[in-house]
């Protein structure tokens, strides 16, 4: 089993642009996490899924929007980059009311 | 202030050593994790627990519920065990300390 992937380990937008971050796992999880880790502060959930078709808004869910079609995947979008939205981004799953499974997380660079 | 307090924010120790590290939250939970993050950045899930006592290989974590204070140690500390230890709980949603960095030397 691969657990949890994300897609692209590394990338560096400029302002303005937009992109998607893809979350995947095999372990057939209903819930699935988005969050981002800057310096001095702890992970901040962004959005999370309890399920295919649902999402709901995290603590910063601004600027950000997800879907979750399929139970493996979890999408999160850029629509508009910032520099504000410069971070490391993990993605999670979790059986329901279990431990939580982290991907090897997204290096994005905003410019 | 945080809902999730850890201390230290960061430690040194010699190897072998026994170390402790600390989480304090504020909040109502059905259970509390704690994570380690290694240099290269990923995140694996060490416990969780909801009361008492867990014991993996040479980590322990303990939790007090009524005094909402969780405890995570290590014996016999290697370099390996260098990382960052975060401690999360389970609320409404998950909430995560800062971490606590530790740096473990030969």
């Known amino acids: 089993n691969a657990g949890v992937t994300q897609t692209p380990k590394f990338r560096v937008l400029k302002t303005g642009q937009s992109m998607t971050l893809l979350c995947a796992q095999d372990m057939n999880h209903e819930y699935m996490y988005w969050y981002r880790q800057d310096p001095g502060m702890g992970l901040r959930l962004i959005h999370y899924s309890v399920g295919e078709g649902t999402t709901a808004k995290g603590e910063v869910p601004d600027g950000y929007n997800v879907s979750r079609l399929k139970k493996q995947n979890f999408l999160l979008g850029l629509e508009s980059a910032a520099p504000s939205q410069t971070s490391v981004y993990f993605c999670a799953s979790s059986p329901i009311l279990g431990e939580q499974y982290f991907g090897p997380g997204t290096r994005l660079t905003v410019t | 202030k945080n809902e999730v307090e850890q201390s230290p924010q960061n430690l040194t120790a010699q190897e072998g050593e026994f170390i402790t590290i600390n989480c304090s939250y504020s909040?109502?939970?059905?259970?509390l994790h704690w994570l380690q993050q290694h240099p290269g950045g990923g995140i694996v899930s060490l416990f969780m627990l909801s009361s008492g006592k867990k014991k993996h290989g040479r980590l322990i974590a303990t939790i007090n519920i009524q005094e909402k204070h969780s405890s995570l140690h290590i014996t016999a500390s290697h370099p390996r065990d260098s990382a960052v230890y975060i401690c999360a709980v389970s609320a409404d949603k998950l909430i995560f300390g800062t971490g606590t960095r530790l740096q473990v030397f030969p």
């Open positions: 909040v109502g939970i059905s259970a």
